[in-house]
């Protein structure tokens, strides 16, 4: 039987980060499933799930907290029941706008009233062409369950789309 661990990793970015984390689930047993990693304001943070064992899942968490005086901290979730697939389709939303407090916000704001749910969102700060200041940049894929309308959704967030100068593309994936 197969243990699944979630971890989140943080740590001062050096190189060699991610082979630590690779290394200490492959010598237990384990294998790498999924990640997602980056580089933000000088740390490294990264989730990542993994299966092992079960009978050596809490030899790999041991393994994993001995980490910490190497600079990088994990924090696990150990996922026992079977999670029930997640039904409805995918969709990208794309957004660019003027940065300012609050985008993010209000755009999840709609996606929660619509009952979307957010698989993936990657946002940063650009500078703006032409020297018009910064520009906040997301890119979502979210999960849009059976009966929620996409038309519906699009016309909220063209709503404020124009309050917060945001150009937003839902198109189904």
Not at 36 to 63: D, K, N, W, Y
Request: negative net charge; charged residues 20%; glycine residues 10%.
């Amino acid at each position: 039987m197969l243990a699944t661990l979630v971890m989140t990793v943080i740590g001062p970015d050096r190189p060699g980060l991610v082979q630590l984390v690779s290394a200490c689930i492959a010598d237990h047993g384990g294998n790498w499933l999924e990640s997602r990693m980056c580089r933000l304001g000088g740390q490294f943070a990264g989730i990542v799930s993994a299966e092992v064992p079960a009978e050596r899942a809490e030899e790999l968490t041991r393994a994993l907290a001995g980490l910490e005086p190497q600079g990088l901290k994990v924090i696990l979730h150990t996922e026992r029941a079977a999670i029930a697939p997640a039904n409805g389709s995918l969709a990208e939303i794309e957004l660019v706008g003027h940065d300012r407090p609050g985008i993010l916000r209000s755009v999840s704001a709609v996606l929660a009233k619509h009952k979307l749910n957010v698989e993936d969102l990657a946002s940063e700060r650009v500078a703006a062409p032409m020297g018009g200041g910064t520009l906040f940049q997301a890119r979502a894929t979210v999960l849009v369950p059976a009966g929620a309308s996409l038309a519906a959704v699009r016309a909220d967030l063209e709503e404020i789309a124009a309050d917060l100068m945001v150009d937003l593309k839902l198109q189904p994936k």
